[in-house]
Protein backbone atom coordinates (compact mmCIF):
# COMPACT_ATOMS: atom_id res chain seq x y z
CA UNK A 1 0.00 0.00 0.00
CA UNK A 2 1.54 3.67 -1.32
CA UNK A 3 1.78 5.70 2.29
CA UNK A 4 -0.44 8.23 0.69
CA UNK A 5 -3.15 5.44 1.11
CA UNK A 6 -2.74 4.97 4.66
CA UNK A 7 -4.55 6.40 7.36
CA UNK A 8 -3.68 9.84 8.21
CA UNK A 9 -2.42 8.88 12.09
CA UNK A 10 0.15 6.14 10.19
CA UNK A 11 0.99 8.73 7.90
CA UNK A 12 2.43 11.24 11.18
CA UNK A 13 3.37 8.13 13.05
CA UNK A 14 6.04 7.02 10.06
CA UNK A 15 6.56 10.59 9.98
CA UNK A 16 7.74 11.28 13.45
CA UNK A 17 9.49 8.30 13.37
CA UNK A 18 10.94 7.20 10.08
CA UNK A 19 13.45 5.09 11.37
CA UNK A 20 10.72 2.50 12.85
CA UNK A 21 11.89 -0.79 11.06
CA UNK A 22 9.07 -3.16 12.87
CA UNK A 23 5.78 -3.55 13.61
CA UNK A 24 4.80 -5.86 16.61
CA UNK A 25 0.63 -6.41 16.10
CA UNK A 26 -1.10 -7.81 18.72
CA UNK A 27 -4.76 -9.00 20.23
CA UNK A 28 -5.51 -8.86 23.97
CA UNK A 29 -5.80 -12.67 25.24
CA UNK A 30 -7.98 -14.03 27.79
CA UNK A 31 -5.35 -12.64 30.48
CA UNK A 32 -5.08 -9.35 28.98
CA UNK A 33 -1.86 -9.77 27.53
CA UNK A 34 -0.54 -9.19 24.06
CA UNK A 35 -0.32 -12.63 21.36
CA UNK A 36 0.24 -11.35 18.16
CA UNK A 37 2.96 -11.36 15.07
CA UNK A 38 6.05 -8.67 14.23
CA UNK A 39 5.75 -7.22 10.36
CA UNK A 40 7.86 -5.58 8.67
CA UNK A 41 7.25 -1.83 8.32
CA UNK A 42 7.22 -2.13 4.95
CA UNK A 43 4.12 -4.54 5.33
CA UNK A 44 2.35 -1.95 7.32
CA UNK A 45 -0.39 -1.17 5.09
CA UNK A 46 -1.96 -4.78 5.45
CA UNK A 47 -2.44 -4.03 9.09
CA UNK A 48 -4.67 -0.66 8.05
CA UNK A 49 -6.15 -2.65 5.70
CA UNK A 50 -7.45 -6.08 7.64
CA UNK A 51 -4.77 -8.28 6.45
CA UNK A 52 -3.52 -9.59 9.57
CA UNK A 53 -4.57 -13.05 9.85
CA UNK A 54 -4.43 -14.66 13.27
CA UNK A 55 -6.81 -17.97 14.66
CA UNK A 56 -9.91 -16.85 16.43
CA UNK A 57 -9.10 -19.33 19.14
CA UNK A 58 -6.79 -17.43 20.62
CA UNK A 59 -9.22 -15.51 22.73
CA UNK A 60 -9.89 -18.68 24.53
CA UNK A 61 -5.99 -20.11 25.52
CA UNK A 62 -5.47 -20.03 29.14
CA UNK A 63 -2.98 -18.40 31.11
CA UNK A 64 0.31 -20.66 29.87
CA UNK A 65 -1.26 -20.39 25.97
CA UNK A 66 -2.97 -23.69 26.04
CA UNK A 67 -6.77 -24.38 24.32
CA UNK A 68 -8.86 -26.70 26.06
CA UNK A 69 -11.05 -26.91 22.56
CA UNK A 70 -13.85 -25.19 24.96
CA UNK A 71 -17.18 -25.81 22.63
CA UNK A 72 -15.60 -27.29 20.14
CA UNK A 73 -13.37 -24.21 19.31
CA UNK A 74 -9.91 -24.20 18.46
CA UNK A 75 -9.72 -28.13 17.59
CA UNK A 76 -12.90 -29.12 16.45
CA UNK A 77 -13.92 -26.48 14.41
CA UNK A 78 -10.23 -26.88 12.61
CA UNK A 79 -9.13 -23.91 14.08
CA UNK A 80 -9.62 -20.90 11.81
CA UNK A 81 -8.12 -18.07 10.93
CA UNK A 82 -9.94 -14.71 11.38
CA UNK A 83 -8.78 -11.25 9.96
CA UNK A 84 -7.58 -8.09 12.46
CA UNK A 85 -7.33 -4.39 11.48
CA UNK A 86 -5.19 -2.33 13.51
CA UNK A 87 -7.34 -0.14 15.98
CA UNK A 88 -7.65 3.10 15.35
CA UNK A 89 -4.75 5.42 17.47
CA UNK A 90 -2.81 2.37 18.54
CA UNK A 91 0.32 2.82 16.55
CA UNK A 92 2.66 3.49 19.08
CA UNK A 93 6.86 3.58 19.36
CA UNK A 94 8.05 0.89 21.56
CA UNK A 95 10.84 2.52 23.69
CA UNK A 96 12.28 -0.47 25.46
CA UNK A 97 13.03 -2.39 21.76
CA UNK A 98 16.67 -3.03 20.91
CA UNK A 99 15.79 -2.08 17.37
CA UNK A 100 13.22 1.00 16.53
CA UNK A 101 10.00 -0.71 16.56
CA UNK A 102 6.23 0.34 17.23
CA UNK A 103 3.09 -1.76 18.33
CA UNK A 104 -0.16 -1.54 17.48
CA UNK A 105 -3.63 -3.29 18.92
CA UNK A 106 -5.75 -5.45 16.25
CA UNK A 107 -9.36 -5.69 15.86
CA UNK A 108 -9.78 -9.50 14.90
CA UNK A 109 -13.06 -10.52 13.13
CA UNK A 110 -14.57 -13.33 11.54
CA UNK A 111 -13.27 -13.24 7.83
CA UNK A 112 -16.79 -12.19 6.91
CA UNK A 113 -16.42 -9.34 9.32
CA UNK A 114 -18.77 -10.63 12.43
CA UNK A 115 -17.18 -9.74 15.39
CA UNK A 116 -15.59 -13.05 17.69
CA UNK A 117 -18.04 -13.50 20.35
CA UNK A 118 -15.61 -14.58 23.38
CA UNK A 119 -12.98 -11.57 22.18
CA UNK A 120 -12.99 -9.76 26.00
CA UNK A 121 -13.28 -6.57 24.11
CA UNK A 122 -16.17 -7.49 22.06
CA UNK A 123 -17.91 -8.96 25.34
CA UNK A 124 -17.41 -5.36 27.19
CA UNK A 125 -18.66 -3.50 24.45
CA UNK A 126 -21.73 -5.78 24.47
CA UNK A 127 -22.24 -4.49 27.54
CA UNK A 128 -21.57 -0.42 26.50
CA UNK A 129 -23.81 -0.40 24.54
CA UNK A 130 -26.69 -1.39 26.78
CA UNK A 131 -26.05 1.80 28.99
CA UNK A 132 -25.70 3.77 25.20
CA UNK A 133 -29.42 2.28 24.34
CA UNK A 134 -30.48 4.08 27.93
CA UNK A 135 -28.74 7.36 27.00
CA UNK A 136 -25.85 6.34 29.78
CA UNK A 137 -22.35 7.07 28.66
CA UNK A 138 -20.30 5.58 31.25
CA UNK A 139 -16.46 7.15 32.09
CA UNK A 140 -14.40 4.79 33.07
CA UNK A 141 -10.62 4.39 34.92
CA UNK A 142 -8.08 2.06 36.09
CA UNK A 143 -5.59 1.95 39.30
CA UNK A 144 -3.52 -0.92 39.32
CA UNK A 145 -1.14 -2.24 42.08
CA UNK A 146 2.01 -3.86 41.23
CA UNK A 147 5.12 -5.49 42.98
CA UNK A 148 8.73 -4.91 41.32
CA UNK A 149 10.48 -8.62 42.69
CA UNK A 150 14.05 -9.70 42.27
CA UNK A 151 14.63 -11.69 38.85
CA UNK A 152 15.59 -14.77 41.01
CA UNK A 153 13.31 -17.10 42.89
CA UNK A 154 14.34 -18.09 46.68
CA UNK A 155 14.44 -22.06 46.65
CA UNK A 156 11.04 -23.05 46.46
CA UNK A 157 10.52 -21.14 43.50
CA UNK A 158 8.65 -18.36 45.12
CA UNK A 159 9.29 -14.17 43.96
CA UNK A 160 11.46 -12.11 46.38
CA UNK A 161 11.80 -8.90 47.27
CA UNK A 162 13.53 -6.59 44.62
CA UNK A 163 16.78 -5.16 45.92
CA UNK A 164 17.03 -1.36 46.84
CA UNK A 165 19.09 0.30 44.56
CA UNK A 166 20.40 2.71 46.88
CA UNK A 167 21.64 0.23 49.11
CA UNK A 168 21.92 -3.45 47.30
CA UNK A 169 20.58 -5.10 50.00
CA UNK A 170 16.90 -6.57 49.48
CA UNK A 171 14.32 -3.77 50.19
CA UNK A 172 12.31 -4.16 53.54
CA UNK A 173 10.38 -0.87 53.39
CA UNK A 174 6.75 -1.45 53.71
CA UNK A 175 5.51 2.82 54.75
CA UNK A 176 2.13 2.95 52.51
CA UNK A 177 2.92 6.49 50.19
CA UNK A 178 6.51 6.79 52.08
CA UNK A 179 8.97 8.82 49.68
CA UNK A 180 11.71 6.43 50.73
CA UNK A 181 10.26 3.54 48.47
CA UNK A 182 9.54 6.12 45.19
CA UNK A 183 12.99 7.37 46.05
CA UNK A 184 14.60 4.55 46.29
CA UNK A 185 13.22 3.21 42.95
CA UNK A 186 12.69 6.23 41.25
CA UNK A 187 14.88 5.59 38.25
CA UNK A 188 11.95 2.60 36.63
CA UNK A 189 9.61 4.72 38.18
CA UNK A 190 10.41 7.61 35.79
CA UNK A 191 11.38 5.11 32.77
CA UNK A 192 8.16 3.54 33.04
CA UNK A 193 6.01 7.15 33.36
CA UNK A 194 8.27 8.07 30.28
CA UNK A 195 7.52 4.90 28.51
CA UNK A 196 3.84 5.63 29.04
CA UNK A 197 4.22 8.79 27.52
CA UNK A 198 5.50 7.87 24.64
CA UNK A 199 3.08 5.31 23.68
CA UNK A 200 0.12 7.70 25.03
CA UNK A 201 -0.73 5.54 27.91
CA UNK A 202 -2.49 8.07 30.20
CA UNK A 203 -0.83 7.42 33.43
CA UNK A 204 -1.29 9.69 36.44
CA UNK A 205 -0.42 9.36 39.95
CA UNK A 206 2.10 6.98 40.83
CA UNK A 207 2.17 5.74 45.26
CA UNK A 208 4.16 3.03 47.41
CA UNK A 209 1.66 0.51 48.70
CA UNK A 210 1.70 -1.35 51.71
CA UNK A 211 4.57 -4.07 50.95
CA UNK A 212 8.47 -3.92 49.86
CA UNK A 213 8.68 -2.93 46.12
CA UNK A 214 4.87 -2.94 45.93
CA UNK A 215 3.77 0.49 43.89
CA UNK A 216 0.17 1.70 42.47
CA UNK A 217 -0.27 3.99 38.91
CA UNK A 218 -3.58 5.41 38.38
CA UNK A 219 -4.71 6.15 34.58
CA UNK A 220 -6.68 9.39 33.42
CA UNK A 221 -11.08 8.68 33.07
CA UNK A 222 -11.80 8.18 29.29
CA UNK A 223 -15.38 8.00 27.86
CA UNK A 224 -14.86 4.86 26.01
CA UNK A 225 -14.49 1.72 29.10
CA UNK A 226 -12.91 -0.34 26.18
CA UNK A 227 -10.11 2.13 25.40
CA UNK A 228 -9.85 2.28 29.40
CA UNK A 229 -9.39 -1.65 29.33
CA UNK A 230 -6.91 -1.37 26.52
CA UNK A 231 -4.83 1.24 28.50
CA UNK A 232 -4.58 -1.08 31.62
CA UNK A 233 -3.64 -4.11 29.35
CA UNK A 234 -0.96 -1.52 28.28
CA UNK A 235 0.16 -0.72 30.80
CA UNK A 236 1.17 -4.28 32.29
CA UNK A 237 2.62 -4.84 29.64
CA UNK A 238 5.38 -1.64 30.09
CA UNK A 239 5.80 -1.86 33.31
CA UNK A 240 7.16 -5.65 33.09
CA UNK A 241 9.44 -4.47 29.83
CA UNK A 242 10.72 -1.53 31.58
CA UNK A 243 11.26 -3.22 34.87
CA UNK A 244 13.56 -5.79 33.07
CA UNK A 245 15.24 -3.09 31.42
CA UNK A 246 16.16 -1.97 35.04
CA UNK A 247 17.19 -5.58 36.33
CA UNK A 248 13.83 -6.23 38.14
CA UNK A 249 10.47 -8.46 37.57
CA UNK A 250 7.43 -7.00 37.71
CA UNK A 251 4.75 -8.62 38.71
CA UNK A 252 0.75 -8.39 39.05
CA UNK A 253 -0.18 -11.75 40.87
CA UNK A 254 -2.63 -10.59 43.55
CA UNK A 255 -1.11 -12.28 46.17
CA UNK A 256 3.22 -12.96 45.82
CA UNK A 257 3.67 -12.64 49.51
CA UNK A 258 1.53 -14.26 51.69
CA UNK A 259 2.02 -12.33 54.86
CA UNK A 260 1.86 -9.08 52.65
CA UNK A 261 -0.86 -7.51 51.27
CA UNK A 262 -1.94 -8.08 47.69
CA UNK A 263 -2.28 -6.11 44.53
CA UNK A 264 -6.03 -5.22 42.92
CA UNK A 265 -7.22 -3.63 40.44
CA UNK A 266 -9.94 -0.74 41.14
CA UNK A 267 -12.20 0.34 38.70
CA UNK A 268 -13.76 4.11 39.09
CA UNK A 269 -16.63 4.59 37.09
CA UNK A 270 -19.30 7.39 36.66
CA UNK A 271 -21.72 7.72 34.12
CA UNK A 272 -22.93 10.94 31.60
CA UNK A 273 -25.94 11.84 30.66
CA UNK A 274 -27.42 12.65 27.03
CA UNK A 275 -26.58 16.31 28.13
CA UNK A 276 -23.04 15.33 29.51
CA UNK A 277 -23.55 16.00 33.09
CA UNK A 278 -22.81 13.32 35.68
CA UNK A 279 -25.97 11.75 36.92
CA UNK A 280 -24.05 10.90 39.99
CA UNK A 281 -22.84 14.47 40.75
CA UNK A 282 -24.96 16.21 43.82
CA UNK A 283 -26.59 19.02 41.69
CA UNK A 284 -28.00 15.81 39.10
CA UNK A 285 -28.57 13.82 42.50
CA UNK A 286 -29.43 15.47 45.45
CA UNK A 287 -31.02 12.63 47.33
CA UNK A 288 -28.33 9.97 45.94
CA UNK A 289 -30.67 8.06 44.66
CA UNK A 290 -29.03 7.10 41.42
CA UNK A 291 -25.68 6.37 43.05
CA UNK A 292 -27.40 4.36 45.23
CA UNK A 293 -29.24 2.07 43.03
CA UNK A 294 -25.83 1.79 40.76
CA UNK A 295 -24.26 0.27 43.81
CA UNK A 296 -26.92 -2.06 44.42
CA UNK A 297 -26.46 -3.49 41.29
CA UNK A 298 -22.45 -4.14 41.71
CA UNK A 299 -24.13 -5.45 45.18
CA UNK A 300 -26.28 -8.04 43.71
CA UNK A 301 -23.47 -8.88 40.58
CA UNK A 302 -20.70 -9.21 42.90
CA UNK A 303 -21.15 -12.87 44.22
CA UNK A 304 -21.68 -14.03 40.44
CA UNK A 305 -18.77 -12.19 39.26
CA UNK A 306 -16.13 -13.35 41.17
CA UNK A 307 -14.28 -15.79 38.60
CA UNK A 308 -13.98 -12.38 36.46
CA UNK A 309 -12.30 -10.66 39.23
CA UNK A 310 -10.24 -13.50 40.58
CA UNK A 311 -9.15 -15.21 37.41
CA UNK A 312 -6.62 -17.76 39.42
CA UNK A 313 -6.37 -19.56 42.74
CA UNK A 314 -3.58 -16.79 43.81
CA UNK A 315 -5.82 -14.09 43.37
CA UNK A 316 -7.99 -15.41 46.48
CA UNK A 317 -5.53 -15.28 48.96
CA UNK A 318 -6.31 -11.74 48.81
CA UNK A 319 -9.39 -12.07 50.31
CA UNK A 320 -9.10 -12.29 54.35
CA UNK A 321 -10.47 -10.20 56.94
CA UNK A 322 -9.23 -7.34 58.34
CA UNK A 323 -6.33 -7.23 55.15
CA UNK A 324 -7.17 -4.47 53.02
CA UNK A 325 -9.49 -6.21 50.46
CA UNK A 326 -13.40 -6.24 50.21
CA UNK A 327 -14.96 -9.12 51.64
CA UNK A 328 -19.02 -8.56 52.17
CA UNK A 329 -20.77 -6.19 49.60
CA UNK A 330 -20.63 -3.12 52.01
CA UNK A 331 -20.66 0.43 50.21
CA UNK A 332 -19.17 3.58 52.22
CA UNK A 333 -18.17 7.06 51.61
CA UNK A 334 -13.92 7.71 51.68
CA UNK A 335 -13.62 4.16 53.15
CA UNK A 336 -10.98 1.55 51.92
CA UNK A 337 -12.71 -1.38 53.95
CA UNK A 338 -15.62 -1.71 51.39
CA UNK A 339 -15.90 -3.10 48.38
CA UNK A 340 -18.17 -0.30 46.87
CA UNK A 341 -16.40 3.12 47.19
CA UNK A 342 -17.51 6.47 46.95
CA UNK A 343 -14.56 8.93 47.28
CA UNK A 344 -13.92 12.23 48.93
CA UNK A 345 -14.27 14.02 45.30
CA UNK A 346 -18.19 15.73 45.11
CA UNK A 347 -19.42 17.40 41.72
CA UNK A 348 -18.83 16.55 38.71
CA UNK A 349 -15.99 13.86 39.92
CA UNK A 350 -18.36 12.02 42.37
CA UNK A 351 -17.84 8.50 41.25
CA UNK A 352 -17.97 5.16 42.30
CA UNK A 353 -14.32 3.22 43.36
CA UNK A 354 -15.25 -0.93 42.35
CA UNK A 355 -12.51 -2.53 44.60
CA UNK A 356 -12.98 -5.97 44.43
CA UNK A 357 -10.62 -7.51 41.39
CA UNK A 358 -7.17 -8.75 41.85
CA UNK A 359 -4.23 -6.87 39.47
CA UNK A 360 -4.78 -9.91 36.99
CA UNK A 361 -7.72 -10.31 36.46
CA UNK A 362 -9.21 -9.35 32.28
CA UNK A 363 -9.72 -5.52 32.32
CA UNK A 364 -12.14 -5.54 29.42
CA UNK A 365 -13.85 -8.53 31.99
CA UNK A 366 -14.13 -6.62 34.93
CA UNK A 367 -15.35 -3.85 33.64
CA UNK A 368 -17.93 -5.41 31.54
CA UNK A 369 -19.16 -7.31 34.90
CA UNK A 370 -18.86 -3.54 36.43
CA UNK A 371 -20.99 -2.16 34.44
CA UNK A 372 -23.52 -4.40 33.95
CA UNK A 373 -23.89 -4.29 37.92
CA UNK A 374 -24.39 -1.06 37.76
CA UNK A 375 -26.64 -0.93 34.68
CA UNK A 376 -28.84 -3.84 36.47
CA UNK A 377 -29.05 -1.18 39.12
CA UNK A 378 -29.83 1.75 37.19
CA UNK A 379 -32.50 -0.27 34.66
CA UNK A 380 -34.40 -1.81 37.76
CA UNK A 381 -34.37 1.01 40.42
CA UNK A 382 -31.92 -1.82 42.97
CA UNK A 383 -31.99 -0.32 46.82
CA UNK A 384 -29.37 -0.68 48.22
CA UNK A 385 -28.62 -3.51 50.78
CA UNK A 386 -27.31 -1.73 53.37
CA UNK A 387 -26.51 1.73 54.69
CA UNK A 388 -23.04 3.41 54.02
CA UNK A 389 -20.10 1.68 56.17
CA UNK A 390 -19.04 4.44 58.83
CA UNK A 391 -15.89 1.82 60.01
CA UNK A 392 -13.91 -1.28 59.12
CA UNK A 393 -16.58 -3.17 56.77
CA UNK A 394 -14.04 -6.19 56.57
CA UNK A 395 -13.68 -7.29 60.35
CA UNK A 396 -15.37 -11.03 58.92
CA UNK A 397 -15.66 -12.65 55.40
CA UNK A 398 -19.33 -12.53 54.20
CA UNK A 399 -20.98 -16.01 53.72
CA UNK A 400 -22.75 -15.45 50.57
CA UNK A 401 -19.51 -14.84 47.92
CA UNK A 402 -17.55 -17.52 46.77
CA UNK A 403 -14.01 -17.23 47.97
CA UNK A 404 -12.70 -20.39 46.45
CA UNK A 405 -11.69 -20.66 43.03
CA UNK A 406 -14.23 -23.64 42.39
CA UNK A 407 -17.22 -21.89 44.39
CA UNK A 408 -16.71 -18.94 41.82
CA UNK A 409 -16.45 -20.69 39.01
CA UNK A 410 -19.25 -23.18 39.78
CA UNK A 411 -21.61 -19.79 40.76
CA UNK A 412 -20.77 -18.91 36.61
CA UNK A 413 -23.50 -21.96 35.86
CA UNK A 414 -26.71 -19.85 37.97
CA UNK A 415 -25.86 -16.59 37.42
CA UNK A 416 -28.81 -14.73 35.90
CA UNK A 417 -28.11 -11.00 35.74
CA UNK A 418 -24.29 -11.52 34.46
CA UNK A 419 -25.78 -13.90 31.75
CA UNK A 420 -28.27 -11.58 30.35
CA UNK A 421 -25.51 -9.16 29.73
CA UNK A 422 -22.28 -11.28 29.04
CA UNK A 423 -24.23 -13.80 27.74
CA UNK A 424 -24.74 -17.13 29.52
CA UNK A 425 -22.84 -19.13 26.60
CA UNK A 426 -19.80 -16.78 27.33
CA UNK A 427 -20.42 -17.27 31.15
CA UNK A 428 -19.91 -20.96 30.05
CA UNK A 429 -16.94 -20.83 27.84
CA UNK A 430 -14.72 -19.06 30.49
CA UNK A 431 -16.19 -21.31 33.30
CA UNK A 432 -14.53 -24.37 31.14
CA UNK A 433 -11.49 -22.63 30.27
CA UNK A 434 -11.27 -21.98 33.93
CA UNK A 435 -11.59 -24.72 35.13
CA UNK A 436 -9.48 -26.66 32.95
CA UNK A 437 -6.82 -24.83 33.62
CA UNK A 438 -7.40 -24.69 37.40
CA UNK A 439 -7.28 -29.38 36.93
CA UNK A 440 -4.27 -28.85 34.68
CA UNK A 441 -3.00 -27.17 37.73
CA UNK A 442 -3.15 -29.73 40.29
CA UNK A 443 -2.39 -32.46 37.95
CA UNK A 444 1.05 -32.01 39.33
CA UNK A 445 2.07 -32.43 42.85
CA UNK A 446 2.29 -29.50 44.60
CA UNK A 447 5.45 -29.14 47.27
CA UNK A 448 3.40 -29.34 50.33
CA UNK A 449 1.79 -32.92 49.14
CA UNK A 450 5.19 -33.88 50.07
CA UNK A 451 5.46 -32.24 53.66
CA UNK A 452 2.20 -33.57 54.17
CA UNK A 453 1.82 -36.74 53.24
CA UNK A 454 5.32 -38.17 52.11
Not at 1 to 11: C, G, I, S
Request: aromatic share 8%; net charge negative; with cysteine.
Amino acid sequence: MPKTDLPKDVQDFLATFPKTESVDAFVLDLAGTALGKRYPVAEIGKLCSGGFAFPEAVFTLDVTGDCCDPQGIGFSDGDPDGLGKMVPGSLAPVPWADEPTAQCLIDLRRVDGAPIWYDPRVVLRKVVDCLHADGWQPVTAVELEFFLIDPLRDDAGAPQPPKSPTTGRPSTVRKVYGMEKLEDFSAVLRAIDRACAAQNIPTSVVSSEFAPGQFELNLHHVDDPVTAADHACLLRRCVRAVARQHGFDATFLPKPYIDMTGSGLHAHVSVLNEAGGNIFDDANDPDETVIRQAIAGMQATMAEAMAFFSPGINGFRRFEANYCVPVTTDWGYDNRSVAFRIPAARGAAKRIEHRVAGADANPHLVLACVLAGLHHGLKNRLAVSSDPHPGNAGYKMARDIPFKIWDALDRLADAPVLGSYLGQDYLTLYRDIKQAEFNALLDAPLRREFDWYL
